[in-house]
């Protein structure tokens, strides 16, 4: 059974940055496209970034692009999401994603996705 689990979360200010990684364990983590998600208080789960299991492609929500960078290590079985300039908007449960897909596809919806971690918690205080 893959498993996916995330660490790096925490409470930051505004404007610092915080590194995100998910590991996963079981499968063949370097055929999965990996996303990263997040659901805010009282707000649905929603697409922030993408990166093709190829590595070529990479894909941003419009209200962190800039400000984030998605990577992964296929020798570590390790997806990252680096978050700079973090906003008080940007507080969330981000959650890590995998999903068997195409060399350079990229999926940006939660039914998309065929495996999830369990979320860390990231506060940015203003």
């Known amino acids: 059974q893959v498993q996916l689990v995330e660490s790096g979360g925490g409470l930051v200010q505004a404007g610092g940055s915080l590194r995100l990684s998910c590991t996963v364990s079981e499968g063949t983590f370097s055929s999965y496209f990996m996303g990263w998600f997040r659901r805010a208080p009282g707000k649905e789960r929603e697409y922030v970034s993408g990166i093709s299991w190829s590595g070529v492609r990479s894909d941003y929500a419009d209200s962190v692009k800039g400000r984030f960078t998605i990577s992964r290590d296929n020798a570590k079985n390790t997806v990252y999401l680096q978050m700079n300039s973090l906003k008080p908007e940007d507080t969330a449960v981000y959650y890590c994603?995998?999903?068997?897909?195409?060399?350079?596809?990229?999926?940006?919806?939660?039914?998309?996705?065929?495996?999830w971690g369990e979320g860390t918690l990231v506060t940015v205080s203003s």
């Open positions: 994603a995998g999903s068997i897909a195409g060399p350079h596809t990229i999926i940006d919806v939660p039914a998309g996705m065929d495996f």
